[in-house]
């Protein structure tokens, strides 16, 4: 019985004389690999040779400080839940005194962790951050042996105070512009808020 009009019947053709040969399609496959010599490389000799990465390429991410130099993450949850990967994990923990200069908020993450593994580089992170503490580079991440190494903790994560990453391309001028504006307490680090 015929449940659609769609199936097809198999005909089973006898073979000509060069399909019983094999030799013409072998003939035919070392031609089709022979012209591949000839054509553009698809790889790249990675790390010798990088492939020019596009302007809005999302990699590894990072986490943050103020111009102060103060964590920018207030462990407020929002980019976990924000996370279809469920890749991001954290531990709040209160900011005592005397750690305005570590910690911008009175909240800071004591632990943060993204499983890169999980990671699909959605960038919806980044979206969901009120405090612009987390953003997406493009640094690629590193590959490793063990699943334990894909778990990057705030030692991976956090910006190191020497060496800044530029995330202004990845801002709007107009929050760059807003961010200049310190009458908004928002955008005091720890250094105004002394003046
Ligand atoms: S980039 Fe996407 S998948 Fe990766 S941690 Fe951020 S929200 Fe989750
Ligand atoms: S990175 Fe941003 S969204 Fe995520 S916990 Fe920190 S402040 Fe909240």
Sequence with gaps: MQLTN?????????????????????????????????KRKATVKYPDQERELAAVYRGQHVLKRDEAGAERCTACGLCA??????????????????????????KYAKIYEINMLRCIFCGLCE??????????????????????????????????LTERVDVTKRQTPEVLSFKNDKKHKHNQTYLDRKK
């Design 81 to 106: 839940v924000a996370c279809p990967a469920e890749a991001i994990t954290m531990e709040s923990a209160e900011r005592k005194k005397g750690e305005e200069n570590l910690y911008r908020e009175e």
């Design 6 to 38: 769609r199936s097809i019947q198999v005909v089973k053709k006898e073979l000509t004389l060069s399909e019983r040969l094999y030799f013409p399609a072998i003939i035919k496959g070392m031609l089709i690999t022979l012209s591949h010599l000839f």
């Design 127 to 160: 979206d969901a951050c009120p405090k612009e503490a987390i953003f997406l580079t493009d640094r690629i991440v590193p590959s490793s042996f063990t699943r334990g190494e894909e778990v990057f903790g705030k030692d991976l994560l956090v910006e190191s």
